[in-house]
């Protein structure tokens, strides 16, 4: 079975400073995608950003990218410029690519608390 | 566009009773998966369907138990309800494509007394 570790629990940044939140995870598979998800206090997970698993380069989505290290089951959150609406929960997600055959869904770690200081 | 829509948002149930929990997927989205999500155990996976087929099954009891119908909402259902039941239950939808991720519902949360 797939694990996800992310290893810092809780992380504080200066509004308008870059952040990066770590995930590693645990896989004898070799084609995967792998999420972000952030939760604020409404509940709702929202997805942040994905990366696929046979594509070597870093995905992007405005002020946040990825360090994705195959070889090291790396993939590390960068925000830069944080904003206050940043602050909530981040979690890493891992999502094999064999549909069915007992594959469980979506693995997610067991997150990151993100305070942004004003 | 609406969202993924998940009803009830609270419910309080007594244990030993049942429950049912309701999602709907965003349109045309055809798999619906759901997620326990509680301070200990965090998030875990469920179960997922696609088409009215379970796909895929979580590691829970078989006290959970789901379905999904022609027109892709889905419901799941707890049985014999324990105070460890107690949780925020999500439900995400997709196309049925996992590359394109996961839209989540805000969640029903469960509480058993």
């Known amino acids: 079975a797939q694990t996800v570790t992310q290893s810092q629990p809780e992380m504080s940044v200066q509004e308008a400073e870059t952040v990066t939140l770590s995930c590693t995870y645990d896989?004898?598979?070799?084609?995967?995608?792998l999420f972000w998800y952030k939760q604020p206090p409404s509940r709702q997970m929202i997805l942040v950003i994905r990366q696929e698993a046979y594509k070597q380069q870093n995905a992007t989505e405005n002020r946040f990218s990825v360090n994705f290290q195959k070889a090291a089951k790396s993939f590390s959150l960068k925000i830069s410029d944080s904003q206050l609406g940043d602050a909530a929960m981040y979690f890493c997600?891992?999502?094999?690519?064999?549909?069915?055959?007992?594959?469980?869904?979506?693995?997610f770690g067991k997150g990151t608390h993100l305070i942004i200081q004003p | 566009k609406a969202g993924v829509t998940q009803t009830p948002r609270y419910l309080i149930k007594t244990r030993g009773q049942q429950v049912t929990l309701s999602c709907s997927p965003i349109s045309g989205h055809r798999s619906v998966s759901w997620y326990q999500q509680t301070p200990g155990q965090g998030l875990q996976f469920l179960f997922e369907?696609?088409?009215?087929?379970?796909?895929n099954k979580g590691n829970f009891p078989g006290r959970f138990s789901g379905r999904q119908f022609s027109n892709s909402r889905s419901e799941m259902n707890v049985s014999t309800l324990e105070l460890g039941d107690s949780a925020l239950y999500l439900c995400?939808?997709?196309?049925?494509?996992?590359?394109?991720?996961?839209?989540f519902g805000s969640g029903t949360r469960l509480t058993v007394v």
């Open positions: 997600a891992y999502r094999s690519a064999y549909s069915g055959g007992g594959a469980d869904g979506l693995t």
């Open positions: 369907y696609f088409s009215e087929t379970q796909r």
């Open positions: 896989t004898s598979e070799s084609d995967y995608y």
């Open positions: 995400a939808s997709s196309y049925g494509q996992e590359t394109y991720g996961y839209t």
